[in-house]
């Protein structure tokens, strides 16, 4: 019988692959009323705690509601669609790993994460997002269960498959209770039960994050083609900025491999956040014009 432990799945960024003329997002409602959006002018309505799909070609869009007003947003060349977020709810991504043996799980190690949903702690490969256009890192969506251990019906020769779920944040509270069979253990830590916190939308940053002068030194052509990306709004100059961007990161990397030795923790630091906020960004399916 195969069984199932949670497992945390690292996402990588890449340009590589094909790009498509439209991506597929769920625009999801976890809410208990229904609600109503605008996308390029076409009405969307969705139902309580459902979602529906749109497909959304590279280039300038816009989103209304009356929670968000008018949101200007691009969509980008190769993305992979994922999870529209009108409400700007919580949302927890899950791993699993599914084995044939226990022992195989020295294959993919068990790292955890600390998150925390309306001030009780979570440990385990768990992150969460209140994100308005979410990536998709997940096979299974908001509205999918993970598969029971009796179905998964291939693992591959590491004896082992890793699968990841996005989950609305009550979801995952009842997802976790019963996986460990402690039910209303949520309720004991918080008698109120989870409360929805409230965010504010939050536009892609106008510029990359700071760096020390040593590093800063060879940053201006990854600075300079990032702005260019938040602006570009076809498909062609989606793909050409991110060939460049690539090259240019290549360059920055080589120019940069033997600075951090002599600076001192912070500017590493800072280093790390650059890069990967910088392959983030221009890794995502989608984008909040600044």
Not at 42 to 51: R, V, W, Y
Request: one cysteine or more; charged letters at 15%; hydrophobic letters at 45%.
């Amino acid at each position: 019988m195969i069984k199932r432990f949670a497992v945390l799945l690292l996402a990588a960024v890449a340009i590589a692959g094909c790009s498509s003329p439209s991506q597929t997002f769920e625009i999801d409602n976890p809410g208990d009323v229904p609600l109503t959006l605008r996308i390029d002018g076409n009405e969307l309505p969705i139902a309580a705690h459902a979602s529906r799909p749109v497909k959304l070609k590279p280039g300038e869009h816009h989103l209304q509601s009356p929670a968000l007003g008018d949101v200007r947003f691009i969509v980008y060349a190769r993305g992979k669609g994922g999870l529209i977020n009108p409400t700007l709810a919580e949302y927890v991504i899950a791993s699993e790993i599914y084995v044939t043996d226990p022992d195989k799980l020295k294959h993919f190690g068990t790292p955890n994460q600390h998150i925390e949903l309306g001030g009780v702690g979570f440990d385990g490969p768990y992150s969460t997002t209140h994100a308005l256009f979410i990536d998709q890192a997940w096979s299974f969506g908001v509205r999918e269960p993970f598969p029971d251990e009796q179905t998964v019906a291939h693992v591959d020769a590491t004896g082992g498959r890793i699968s990841t779920k996005i989950f609305t944040a009550p979801d995952f509270i009842a997802y976790v209770e019963a996986s460990r069979g402690e039910p209303g253990a949520y309720r004991r830590q918080q008698p109120a039960g989870y409360q929805a916190p409230v965010f504010t939308l939050e536009a892609a940053p106008a510029a990359l994050p700071a760096l020390a002068p040593a590093f800063e030194a060879h940053a201006a052509p990854l600075r300079e083609l990032y702005a260019r990306y938040l602006k570009a709004t076809t498909a062609d100059a989606q793909l050409q900025l991110q060939q460049e961007a690539f090259q240019a990161q290549m360059a920055f990397t080589a120019a940069t491999a033997r600075l951090g030795a002599d600076l001192p923790v912070e500017a590493n630091t800072g280093y790390n956040t650059f890069v990967q906020t910088r392959a983030t960004l221009m890794g995502s399916a989608a984008l909040v014009v600044p």
